[in-house]
T-cell receptor, first 113, second 111 residues
Framework: NAGVTQTPKFQVLKTGQSMTLQCAQD?????MSWYRQDPGMGLRLIHY???????DQGEVPNGYNVSRSTTEDFPLRLLSAAPSQTSVYFC????????????FGAGSRLTVL | EDQVTQSPEALRLQEGESSSLNCSYT??????LFWYRQDPGKGPEFLFT???AGEEKEKERLKATLTKKESFLHITAPKPEDSATYLC????????????FGTGTRLLVSP
């Protein structure tokens, strides 16, 4: 049981480049989300989805795009990378009933030069 | 503004030296409070959920408690393998799964 799988684990980009962080879960969770973690700050919600075809903005959505075409996958797209997007990104998923406990991926460390 | 504050930022303990971590919150409406453990280079791992004041949960050397304004994570006789960052998060009752995270407490337990 893999849980939540994120790729790549590390990425270096130049300012203005675009890229996609991949997230896949095999737990049949309806809810998926993306967080960023920066030193001295708590995890902050970027975007989330409560099911295929449904996405919504979190606390810090600017500069990021998401889509949810399947239950399993929730990619995060950086349209034009900026140094302020240097961070560690975590994908997390949960069911939408019961305890709603988030299961996190291992993270993707992104550096924008 | 919804806010979660954790203290101390960092804590160093000797093996066997018990202590407590604090998570205080100011939110519009509390649906639940979560504790996570995060090891370096890894994602947060779920520990506990607390829903109402007076509730307590235990797991091995860890016990989490909740009041109307704060939560404590008590660590009894810690071991070096308890070294990690402990994150507190509050789930608001204004939106599904909207968690507000604290900045965490880095715990180092020396043998």
């Amino acid at each position: 049981n893999a849980g939540v799988t994120q790729t790549p684990k590390f990425q270096v980009l130049k300012t203005g480049q675009s890229m996609t962080l991949q997230c896949a879960q095999d737990m049949n969770h309806e809810y998926m989300s993306w967080y960023r973690q920066d030193p001295g700050m708590g995890l902050r919600l970027i975007h989330y989805s409560v099911g295929a075809g449904i996405t919504d903005q979190g606390e810090v959505p600017n500069g990021y795009n998401v889509s949810r075409s399947t239950t399993e996958d929730f990619p995060l797209r950086l349209l034009s990378a900026a140094p302020s997007q240097t961070s560690v990104y975590f994908c997390a998923s949960s069911g939408i009933s019961g305890a709603n406990v988030l299961t996190f991926g291992a993270g993707s460390r992104l550096t924008v030069l | 503004e919804d806010q979660v504050t954790q203290s101390p930022e960092a804590l160093r303990l000797q093996e066997g030296e018990s202590s407590s971590l604090n998570c205080s919150y100011t939110v519009s409406g509390l649906r639940g409070l979560f504790w996570y453990r995060q090891d370096p280079g890894k994602g947060p791992e779920f520990l506990f959920t607390l829903y109402s004041a007076g509730e307590e949960k235990e797991k091995e050397r860890l016990k989490a408690t909740l009041t109307k304004k704060e939560s404590f994570l008590h660590i009894t006789a810690p071991k070096p393998e308890d070294s990690a960052t402990y994150l507190c998060a509050v789930q608001l009752n204004t939106g599904f799964q909207k968690l507000v995270f604290g900045t965490g407490t880095r715990l180092l337990v020396s043998p």
